[in-house]
């Protein structure tokens, strides 16, 4: 059997590692495909999944340590006739039952900005997996408007990073698709290199973004409370008043130091 732009994905459940393969192009079939995984032992076996799985292909998928789950995103999406998604579905390991569960997370209104702040439909795109958040980039068809986003796991909350005060980030980015990606540590920030794209020329960009994301607004108390997760808080020192937006999970370690504190 063939199948095309599908995903393969590197996970880690205590001590077991292996590779999942996950949805996938084959001719005209239009039935969802099952999820393989491949063991360092070399052998593929199906996975027993629950719930209602996705039939797609040029999407992206990360996988976040911390809760066992897999986040999957946009790409071509297979029913009655094939449309360009915008969908993000989830697929997670139950410990009890040791199967893995799939579910969809559609963007609920009180969680996050209006629609037109949502990533748009694309494909062939990049994501890349941070312990707080996914990174979602480029696709085919975006504009440099809506080339950066962020999806907060803990809120189930999207943050176009491309726009108002965060816009330091992408401004110097050019639209691109199937561009590869690779992640550098750093105990400060989260930074990955983008490498080329589809018919375009060949440039390496860097891109850092703090581990919090809420830091990106210490400069705008509006930005800072409007983003869900987030803090914002002042330190007086010396008659000089510093300001600084945090995540609201970090208020404990910080309440010490803050001289006024306005949760998000």
Known sequence: MCIRDSTLTSIKIN???SFLLIGGYRGNQSSKLDVWEYSFEKTWRTLNTTGHAPNIFGHSTVFHAATLTLYIFG?????DKIRISKKLFSLSYQKESQ???WSNLPPFKELNRPEEKLPRPRYLHSAIAFSQYMI???GDPTNTSDLLNAYVYKCNSWIRLTEGATDIIGKSLEQSFMQAVAIENDSDMNNFYVVGGFDGPFTISKISIPTDLCQLWSNSKYMCRLNRGCSFGQI???NTKSSFCFSTDQKDQKKNDLSSFNPG
């Open 75 to 79: 790409g071509y999406e297979m029913s």
């Open 15 to 17: 001590d077991h590692e």
């Open 99 to 101: 199967t893995w569960r």
């Open 136 to 138: 979602i980039y480029g």
């Open 236 to 238: 007086s020192v010396n």
